[in-house]
């Protein structure tokens, strides 16, 4: 125990695996490059990014929370 006080740990958020948080995010910056690049909109390029980035996570937050109904044939 020292001077100043201990820091605050906080859980990881257990709906989105973490390495997806920032899917949306990544999704647009690489969609506003690849569109710069090839002579689009960077804007376009960016919706669909961050477009897609969505999708990702909806799919992910579908397939983590759907019941295993396969273990229920077995037992």
Do not use: H, Q, R
Not at 34 to 43: D, E, I, R
């Amino acid at each position: 125990m020292g001077i100043y006080p201990e820091p605050e740990i906080k859980a990881l958020p257990k709906e989105i695996p973490w390495g997806l948080a920032n899917t949306p995010t990544t999704l647009t910056v690489l969609g506003l490059s690849l569109a710069k690049s090839m002579g689009f909109s960077p804007m376009l390029g960016g919706i669909a990014g961050a477009v897609i980035g969505g999708v990702i996570i909806v799919l992910v937050d579908k397939a983590s929370s759907t019941p295993n109904t396969t273990a229920k044939l077995f037992n």
